[in-house]
């Protein structure tokens, strides 16, 4: 349930935490892209990072007409729609999905905020986010490992800008 995402969003967010440059943590201005009800939002304030939030779909907001500015933002974070590639998500009788992939816009938006680095959550199923420019390690969570009965497996995927020499520890 909710305290499972809450969980595996901490984790993410304290992995981000943990990379140093120079000596000194990474600084806390976080653009927040597709933020939903708040969960990953929620773990990053909880680690003491200012969270400006972004449009989202539920709130009547359209990601495909945000532009971010350029430089402002330390990380960016978001969980694009995962109903695309879901298993449990529903298809037409020809078996597409009528859900859209907004993972390009995603990768859009880092490309122009120019963040130092950032986290995706998603489905394990969902691509993996492509920015030139950004190094990237991945992780799966699965609830049951939290010790919850839901089997959820999410995938964390957090990009480093190439330029930055600092390892980020997952």
């Not at 960016?76 to 078996?95: A, H, M």
């Not at 905020?113 to 959550?121: L, N």
Request: aromatic share 8%.
């Amino acid at each position: 349930g909710e305290a499972d995402a809450e969980n595996a969003s901490e984790m993410a967010a304290e992995a981000v935490v943990e990379a140093r440059s120079g000596g000194d943590i990474v600084t806390r201005l976080v653009l927040s892209l597709f933020p939903g009800i708040g969960l990953l939002d929620m773990a990053f304030e909880k680690e003491g990072f200012c969270v400006v939030r972004g449009p989202d779909l539920l709130w009547g907001g359209d990601i495909r007409r945000f532009h971010p500015p350029a430089g402002k933002f330390d990380g960016v974070i978001g969980g694009p729609p995962c109903q695309k590639f879901s298993q449990n998500t529903n298809v037409d009788p020809n078996g597409r999905s009528s859900h859209q992939n907004l993972i390009p816009d995603f990768e859009r938006c880092i490309t122009e905020a120019q963040p130092k680095w950032f986290v995706m959550e998603n489905v394990k199923q969902a691509p993996i986010p492509l920015v030139k420019g950004y190094l990237n390690q991945e992780f799966l969570l699965n609830n049951r490992w939290f010790g919850e009965a839901q089997n959820r497996v999410r995938r964390f995927t957090v990009g480093q800008c190439s330029s930055i020499t600092a390892k980020l520890v997952i």
